[in-house]
């Protein structure tokens, strides 16, 4: 049990233009999604915690406009990147929880690349 | 505020020989400890964690880490290394009295394992 899934798995495409990275919880219900962000050789950085039915909670440094978080049913919570440029190029990995402060269980992660 | 620290980049053992990766942290209270692999290309999957109780804790795939309060360590140990552990390895922090971010996971930088033939 807990498996969470990303979609896509991995994504091309050209700047300018918006993403959306699809993250499901499949046998679970989570209350609280989480997204990262990864760079090559590099930590997970929070980008923001979402909670089902509310706005998305983000990290200092982080553009809400430009990553947008919906999760608005308790299997799945979506993150669009608008107006996708070079630099948004991530490996981008979100997790899920039953209730907040429960352990988190790790999607397989997106990678995007921009052009 | 919470952080961890993986003082060691790459750990390189041989096969079959005990592996130690490195993890320190710094909470203001009492922490959630964990430990993650991830294989290239691919999200974290869990190993263990410590929440209170035997300061041992035996996770998956023969691992098991130590969690030492004075030291403010969580070092993840395995008594045999197999070529299939070379991954890289994260620990990780929670403070659950850390108010509004009291469930948010704080990550080291990772340590690359490479278990050599």
């Known amino acids: 049990g807990a498996v969470v899934s990303q979609h896509p798995s991995w994504v091309i495409c050209k700047s300018g233009t918006s993403v959306k990275i699809e993250c499901r919880s499949l046998?679970?219900?989570?209350?609280?999604m989480f997204w990262y962000r990864q760079f090559p050789k590099q930590s997970l950085m929070l980008m923001a915690t979402?909670?089902?039915?509310?706005?998305?909670?983000?990290e200092q440094g982080v553009e809400k406009d430009k990553f947008l978080i919906n999760h608005a049913s308790l299997t799945l919570s979506t993150l669009t990147v608008t107006s996708a440029h070079p630099e948004d190029s991530s490996f981008y990995i979100c997790?899920?929880?039953?209730?907040?402060?429960?352990?988190?269980?790790f999607g397989p992660g997106t990678r995007l690349t921009v052009l | 505020a919470q952080s961890v620290a993986q003082p060691e980049d790459q750990v390189n053992v041989a096969e079959g020989n005990p592996l130690t990766v490195k993890c320190t942290y710094s909470?203001?209270?009492?922490?959630?400890l964990f430990w993650y692999v991830q294989y290239p290309n691919r999200g974290l999957q869990f190993l263990l964690k410590?929440?209170?109780?035997?300061?041992l804790v035996k996770g998956s795939y023969g691992f098991e880490a130590e969690f030492n309060k004075s030291q403010t360590s969580f070092h993840l140990k395995k008594p045999s290394a197999l070529v299939s552990d070379s991954a890289l390895y994260f620990c990780?922090?929670?403070?659950?009295?850390?108010?509004?971010?009291?469930?948010?996971?704080?990550f080291g930088k990772g340590t690359k394992l490479s278990v050599i033939p």
């Open positions: 410590y929440i209170t109780g035997d300061n």
């Open positions: 997790s899920a929880s039953r209730i907040a402060g429960d352990e988190q269980f």
């Open positions: 909470v203001s209270g009492n922490p959630y």
């Open positions: 990780a922090v929670r403070d659950p009295y850390s108010g509004a971010g009291s469930y948010q996971l704080t």
């Open positions: 979402s909670n089902e039915g509310s706005k998305a909670t983000y």
């Open positions: 046998d679970f219900q989570a209350t609280t």
